[in-house]
């Protein structure tokens, strides 16, 4: 009789034990967190109860941890990302504005000859068309990533859309006295898209091309299995890895003393928001001083 009494204290002592040891533990994890609640601290919940369930519940906190340690991250990015693209507005704004503000007083002036007023007026003209096309373009990328924003998806001719878009930029590479190579091929792909923004997609990479090579130039449509690809391939100077990575980002701005440009526009940005509503590929590769994009679109 007596054993089974020492047995029933020796439990109720040991359940006793693990249950202060739980609570101890509990209000060990309760302390941890109100600390990272609170900022005190930014370690993850640390457990010194050997128990499986304490452990699991521990290791549910630190996911979660995890997770909202990700999520800052991203938020702190895109904020950045957001101060950038204030900067990076205002700066092109600004500058055909002001451009145009400098030509309108010098004309007003009247202080110049009758030639001199008549050029500048022309190019006053000019970096107000161009900064109406640029405000156009703002309105046009934030109408497009705008998850209301859909897109018709039919079936596509590439080839067809490919030649015209090309032809009707001959004149543009007369003047900039690109001779590009075509590569098309006999058989007519048929893709899933939409004909506007295939059309408006190839517009921007040829535009892109124009603005910024340095030599040669191909453009090749081809088959790979179940896609359909159009490769863009121009030499470019001094671009590196990472303008590559980040040329599709909205109002990504390369480093002027390097590229002698102001910024890369908004065409890629558009054309990267156009493929994905199209449940396309858009991506570049940059091989020594040769940029390849590739657009890549399923055939029907």
Request: aromatic share 8%; hydrophobic share 40%; charged share 25%.
């Amino acid at each position: 009789m007596n054993w089974i009494v020492i047995s029933l204290i020796t439990c109720f002592v040991f359940l006793l034990t693990y249950l202060i040891s739980i609570k101890k533990e509990i209000k060990n994890i309760t302390n941890q967190l109100n600390d990272y609640n609170n900022l005190k601290s930014g370690k993850k919940i640390d457990v010194k109860l050997f128990d499986k369930d304490i452990e699991k519940l521990a290791s549910s906190i630190n996911k979660h941890i995890d997770i909202n340690i990700e999520n800052v991250a991203k938020e702190r990015q895109a904020e950045d990302e957001i101060k950038r693209s204030i900067a990076n507005i205002s700066h092109d704004l600004r500058t055909p504005l002001t451009s145009v503000v400098g030509y309108i007083q010098m004309i007003k002036s009247k202080k110049l000859s009758k030639e001199k007023e008549s050029e500048y007026i022309d190019i006053a003209l000019n970096r107000a068309k161009a900064l109406k096309t640029l405000l156009s373009d703002f309105f046009q990328l934030s109408v497009i990533e705008s998850p209301e924003y859909e897109l018709k998806i039919e079936h596509v001719n590439l080839n067809n859309i490919l030649c015209e878009v090309i032809t009707s930029f001959y004149e543009d590479f007369v003047h900039k006295n690109i001779t590009p190579e075509i590569n098309l091929p006999e058989k007519g792909l048929i893709v899933i898209g939409n004909e506007s923004a295939v059309r408006r997609v190839i517009e921007n990479l040829i535009v892109n091309i124009i603005k910024h090579t340095e030599g040669e130039v191909s453009i090749t449509l081809k088959e790979d299995k179940n896609e359909a690809v159009i490769i863009t391939k121009n030499t470019v100077k001094n671009f590196t890895n990472n303008d590559v990575d980040l040329m599709f980002n909205r109002f990504y701005k390369a480093d002027d003393s390097r590229t002698n440009s102001s910024n890369t526009g908004l065409g890629l940005p558009i054309a990267k928001s156009l493929m994905e509503k199209m449940n396309a590929v858009i991506y570049a590769r940059l091989h020594e001083n040769t940029l390849f994009i590739f657009c890549k679109w399923t055939i029907k």
